[in-house]
């Protein structure tokens, strides 16, 4: 079987929740990690489109994060990120939605960052929505370990990837970036610690797994 390979920039959430679900399923892949916005020749090459994560299989190649999942599921082993059931396969494409809608808040100081222009009421309506939306994963953990049940799938981390910045104890600890700029901005409030404890259980599934060589 050929090697996975992944066109990556580490830190971002998009990236992430395809780390994670390699890691979840087991399968080992190499990384090509991009350096910025400005170094996406390799990218541009392999997929004609400039947004990572893009995934090589051989003479295959996938773009867009979720279809990453769907193309790693459909055609690998190791635990399911999807279902089989349409009922659970709406709700996984809810949580997905629910995921873009964490990014916009995300997007809002991180802009800043990469523009270098500080919006403190920008960030101040960032952290507002950080009290309020997280609410319905609060309430979707309340009975159980994981989003859909006593597995994470691809609803977790399609969603924990852009919560895990707003739950790093010591923002100073990150590598200089955009996201150790969010971290020492925006934290998720002690009024959700079954959403915060579930952030760092998917984010322990980076830590370990198969080789990111
Ligand atoms: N829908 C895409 C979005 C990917 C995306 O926005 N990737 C960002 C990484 S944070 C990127 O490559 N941005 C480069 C750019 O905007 O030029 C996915 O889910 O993979």
Not at 35 to 50: H, L, W
Not at 52 to 76: E, H, Q
Not at 109 to 115: G, H, R
Not at 189 to 212: C, H, N, Y
Request: glycine share 6%; with cysteine.
């Amino acid at each position: 079987m050929t090697t996975l390979h992944l066109l990556t920039l580490p830190p971002s959430p998009f990236n992430t929740k395809v780390r994670l679900a390699l890691k979840y399923k087991g399968l080992s892949f190499r990384s090509t990690e991009v350096q910025g916005f400005d170094d996406r020749e390799e990218v541009i090459q392999a997929s004609g489109q400039p947004l990572t994560p893009v995934l090589v299989d051989g003479d295959k190649v996938v773009y867009d994060s979720f279809g990453i999942m769907r193309y790693l599921d459909a055609n690998f082993p190791g635990p399911k990120l999807f279902s089989d059931n349409r009922e659970c396969q709406q709700k996984i494409q809810e949580w997905e939605r629910f995921g873009f809608e964490l990014g916009g808040i995300l997007r809002l100081v991180a802009t800043q960052a990469f523009s270098q222009e500080i919006d403190d009421a920008a960030t101040a309506k960032a952290q507002a929505m950080l009290d309020q939306v997280p609410q319905v994963l609060e309430e979707a953990l309340a009975e159980q370990p994981y989003l859909m049940g006593e597995q994470p799938n691809a609803a977790d981390f399609s969603t924990a990837s852009f919560l895990r910045y707003t739950t790093v104890e010591d923002p100073a600890a990150l590598a200089e970036g955009p996201m150790r700029f969010v971290a020492e901005r925006l934290s998720l409030g002690s009024q959700f610690p079954k959403t915060r404890a579930w952030v760092q259980r998917i984010m322990e599934i980076d830590l370990v797994g198969a080789s990111s060589i």
